[in-house]
């Protein structure tokens, strides 16, 4: 089993929708937890820390569960410009520190 | 606002030949790493530093050296590059925080091996 899993997608939705993202962890000791954004052909930009109350920026809205050991994204009113892959990021102590990326979950937004 | 910056951005090799990628970074971080990402894949660990001083093998170690040449400076070598090293490279660094540790990637190279 994958440290991080993530739904691969790709997931299509046409602009204004609302879309969610989910990502799985293995290791319970797992610490800290963060989304990125990459572009096409572009490098993994950092979009949120995902904190244990949940947190909002935006139209982004990232959710912690620790007792299930997932992390979620929710986009709402999806905009062209958020067409992406966006990968989940745990922090994790595993012999010694961790950070795992998951493969990432690509989003097509349509007109 | 520099961040991390690493070169070349894009670099054609033949078979055998060796390069060396640079990359340095001015956000007086601790932590740098070398990843690499093969097309439709996710980011993989090649090498990495947590101090000035130290590298430790990740993932994918093979066929790669790292030199940490200072706090600022990592370099990524490949003494004899084969077509399975074709790929896209990114160099990050990091600060663990309050937050966590959050990681800031460079731009990429892009190497071709032929």
């Known amino acids: 089993r994958k440290e ?67 992390i979620s994204l929710l986009i709402r009113d999806s905009k062209l410009s958020d067409s992406a892959t966006y990968l989940c990021v745990v922090n994790m102590i595993t012999g010694g520190f961790k950070t795992i990326f998951g493969a990432g979950t690509r989003l097509f937004v349509k007109a | 606002n520099a961040g991390v910056t690493q070169t070349p951005k894009f670099q054609v090799l033949k078979t055998g030949q060796s390069m060396t990628l640079q990359c340095a970074q001015d956000m007086n971080h601790n932590s740098m790493y070398w990843y690499r990402q093969d097309p439709g894949m996710g980011l993989r660990l090649i090498y990495y530093s947590a101090s000035e001083g130290t590298t430790d093998k990740g993932e994918v170690p093979n066929g790669y050296n790292v030199s940490r040449l200072n706090k600022r400076e990592f370099s990524l070598r490949l003494e004899s590059a084969a077509p399975s090293q074709t790929s896209v490279y990114f160099c990050a660094s990091s600060e663990y925080g309050t937050t966590g540790n959050t990681i800031y990637f460079g731009e990429g190279s892009w190497l071709t091996v032929v």
């Open chain 1, 4 to 70: 991080v899993e993530q739904d691969p997608g790709p997931f299509n939705v046409p602009e204004g929708a609302t879309v969610a993202f989910n990502c799985t962890y293995s290791n319970s000791a797992s610490q800290s937890f963060f989304w990125y954004r990459q572009d096409c052909r572009k490098e993994p930009k950092l979009l949120m820390s995902v904190y244990s109350s949940g947190n909002e920026d935006g139209r982004f809205t990232a959710q912690l569960n620790r007792a299930s050991q997932y």
